[in-house]
Every structure is written in structure tokens, then in C-alpha cells.
Nanobody
């Protein structure tokens, strides 16, 4: 089993920055890919960014440039650096981790990011 806990969310003004963290614990040796989803009120869940165990990344077109995903394997933590935030970035952000060994996707509980105009 893998447990994921997000932190770093909150309220920020438009143009500001936040860094989300996703700390993993448990059978972390089994984790390969990780990533972030977000869901804004009244909208479908959107895949924001992904990162593989070797550091390859992918981003949604809507966040390319301002957002950067990274992971520190020594700290068992993944990050999402969000710059130039816009009100439309307001959402609950959830991290996930895929375990190839167990064929499972694990989820954090999610954290709210609110960007005021």
C-alpha cells in the first residue's frame, strides 16, 4: 500500500505562486509514475502533469510554462510548482502514484487551491 498526503495549497492572488507537495509513504519502492489532477467546481477532472520514475514529464496545454512538476526520490516527495496563477487555476488538486508491482493507482485526498482576481 502507498499513502499520499498533499500540502501547500491555499489562497493566493492572481499572478502569485504556490508549490504543492505530495509526500509518499508505505511501499514506495513500487511507485513508478506520479502526477497531479485537478477538478474545478462544476468541471470535469483534468490531468495537470505527470512524471515518471526517470524524470520524464508531461503537462496539460493549459499549464505548460507556468507549472513545473518534479520529484525528490530521496524524500519520497513530488512537487508541483505553480507560477503566474490565474483564477481559472482554482481547483482541488490531487496527486496520484502508480504502482506497477501491484497494478494499483493510489490517490491523495486532495488539496484546495484558490486564486483570487
Amino acid at each position: 500500500q502507498v499513502q499520499l498526503v498533499e500540502s501547500g495549497g491555499g489562497l493566493v492572488q492572481a499572478g502569485g505562486s504556490l508549490r504543492l507537495s505530495c509526500a509518499a509513504s508505505g511501499t514506495i519502492f513500487s511507485i513508478n509514475a506520479m502526477g497531479w489532477y485537478r477538478q474545478a467546481p462544476g468541471k470535469q477532472r483534468e490531468l495537470v502533469a505527470t512524471i515518471t520514475s526517470d524524470g520524464s514529464t508531461n503537462y496539460a496545454d493549459s499549464v505548460k510554462g507556468p507549472f513545473t512538476i518534479s520529484r525528490d526520490n530521496a524524500k519520497n516527495t513530488m512537487y508541483l510548482q505553480m507560477n503566474s496563477l490565474k483564477p481559472e487555476d482554482t481547483a482541488v488538486y490531487s496527486c496520484y502514484a502508480d504502482s506497477a508491482s501491484y497494478g494499483m493507482r493510489y490517490w491523495g485526498k486532495g488539496i484546495l487551491v484558490t486564486v483570487s482576481s
